[in-house]
């Protein structure tokens, strides 16, 4: 179902203050924040239309509202359709690739930890030629709020084994590939997201950079990073 200019912005709005914020969005709030030009009746009404689209859900009666997987792969896809922003530190991705490369592993195990730090999420560096996982990120994403309920932790760490026994499963010729939720091909995986993409690594070595966290991820911040890091290794 087709949704209006409005209703995308509202939606994308909604979607930001979530991610930012991990509590539902009220149109209170939207009123309070953003100038829609437009009463606040008809911010609930549009709010409930989207709802009633498939794009957000209301977890309680008196609650505001959360993105829905449908949501969110709005949300995703619009970002992909715009030109991509430069990661904004990405002077420290350049300093990582000229650090000394003699030893592969030593040095993806730090651009790994950088990834981590960067995404606050979980991060897999599979080396295509050698087999071989590098994994960072327990550290970071334990913080978001997703993760103070104990079923998710569980689910999340089945997710990762998973991923793990199933990565060449995962078709990633070239550019992003992001599943939310449900789309993963992975079971455990319904309140969790994938980002991955191919990369080209020092010495000839191929690699697939996969970044998994809660669908709260900060997707535009995420995107941006794999698409400088990418960018970077081709030039190096």
């Known amino acids: ?3 209006t200019e409005r209703q995308n912005l509202i939606l994308n709005r909604i979607i930001e203050e979530y991610i930012d914020s991990a509590e539902p969005v009220s ?7 953003y100038n829609f030009r437009i009463r606040p009746a008809m911010i609930r009404i549009e709010m409930q239309k989207l ?3 498939g794009y957000l859900y209301q977890p309680h009666t008196s609650a505001g509202r959360v993105p829905t997987d449908k949501g969110y792969r709005f949300f995703v896809d619009n970002l992909l359709t715009k030109e991509v922003s430069e990661f904004e530190d990405i002077f420290e991705i350049e300093e990582i690739l ?19 730090e960067e995404s606050s999420n979980f991060i897999i560096l ?17 913080e978001e709020p997703e993760f103070q309920e104990e079923d998710l932790i569980f689910s999340f760490t089945k997710l990762l084994e998973n991923f793990e026994e199933n ?9 992003i590939k992001i599943y939310i939720g449900r789309e993963n091909p992975f079971s455990k995986a319904r309140n969790f997201s994938i980002i991955s993409s191919k990369c080209f690594l020092p010495q000839k070595e191929e690699g697939i950079i996969s970044i998994l966290g809660p669908k709260r991820m900060a997707y535009d911040r995420n995107i941006s990073l794999i698409n400088s890091l990418t960018k ?5």
């Open 51 to 53: 709802t009633d689209k």
């Open 126 to 142: 599979r080396l295509l030629k050698r087999d071989f996982l590098l994994k960072e990120g327990w550290e970071k994403i334990l």
């Open 98 to 116: 000229k650090e000394e490369r003699e030893d592969i592993l030593k040095w993806a195990a730090h651009l790994t930890k950088f990834l981590a």
């Open 27 to 33: 149109s209170q709030l939207l009123e309070k924040k």
């Open 167 to 175: 990565i060449e499963d995962l078709e990633i010729n070239s550019g």
């Open 1 to 3: 179902m087709m949704i």
């Open 232 to 236: 970077l290794l081709k030039e190096f």
